[in-house]
């Protein structure tokens, strides 16, 4: 009997390395070596248990690269890169699904308001992992085109009451974990139209944009020739990509080509045809120059505002 092919990994899974270490990946390029980042690891003394009693500890950002420094310095890079061949199992949000909706009641809920074709959502985070606590939110996936349905379906479910709007509270909340360069109200204005965020049983979820298997060419995930920090204006041509990870922009503008975010504070923040400010890194990559946004984990002094939005065009 001729073997199953192996489903490439992509974003949003989830892979194991022979230690136990468990890693999201955050990339789409992962042919040889997965781009991920650690989030949990097998801890005697963790708060996470799974279904086989094994304890875990999530990992934040920075104590991820240091442990990864430390333990394992042949997966250091720009992220956290795993050779396929030290990977023990890939954990797929759209294959796990069925496992995790027969355990929480919230999902299924959502699922089935959903009701998109099988294998294009998932369940990706904690819940994946068989790690969710008390207090974790959801982290739905939603595959290519479906994505944008999905989003339609969330903003009509809020507004006709059938789920209810983010709370004033779970705004703050949000506003303080990203901490953006822009103020709270600008904030609020730019989140409250993309509707990729909500609310269920008193848990706030995501609605988490990846490509679909098709649409897998990966645009390139290193450093390009840096050029320095500059803030542009330019209208934006193309946003289908707005919501992935990197956010994509296509510019009309003389040097800039496409403005990128690598942070999810900035995803679907404007549409196409808008006049964006965006402020970041430039950097070369062949004959295109790009701004990058999200160049450090905080995003310090780099932003991107719809201009067309705020009304200041």
Known sequence: MRAMRRKPIRLRDFIEDQDGWLYAVSTYDNQERAGCLLRYMPDSDGDRVNAEGMRYRKVDFE????????????????????????????????EELPHIVARDHRIYSLVSLFNLPPRTIGCTGSFLCGL?????????????????????????ATLKGKLPAVDDETW??????????????????????????????????????????KALHPIPSGKGDVMGMRVVEARVTDAH????????????????????????????????GELIEARGVCEKHGDETWLIVGTT???????IRSLTLLGRE
């Open 63 to 94: 104590e991820s690269f240091e442990l990864i420094k430390k333990e394992k310095p042949e997966y250091c890079d720009l992220l956290h890169r795993v050779p396929l061949e030290d990977i023990r199992r890939v954990l797929k949000p759209e």
């Open 297 to 303: 984990r905080e995003a310090r002094g780099e932003y």
């Open 172 to 213: 703050k909340r949000i506003y303080a974990k990203r901490n953006p360069e822009l103020g709270f109200e600008e904030f609020l204005l730019h989140e409250k139209r993309k509707w990729n965020r909500g609310q269920i049983g008193g848990t706030y979820f995501d609605l988490l944009y990846t490509r679909s298997y």
């Open 241 to 272: 990509l707005s919501h992935d990870n990197p956010a994509v922009y296509e510019v009309d503008h003389d040097e800039v080509s496409r403005v990128l975010s690598f942070t999810h504070t900035y995803s679907g923040q404007a549409l196409e």
């Open 132 to 156: 969710e606590d008390t207090w974790s939110d959801i982290d739905l996936v939603v595959y290519g085109r479906q994505w944008f349905h999905a989003q339609e379906l969330l903003k009509y």
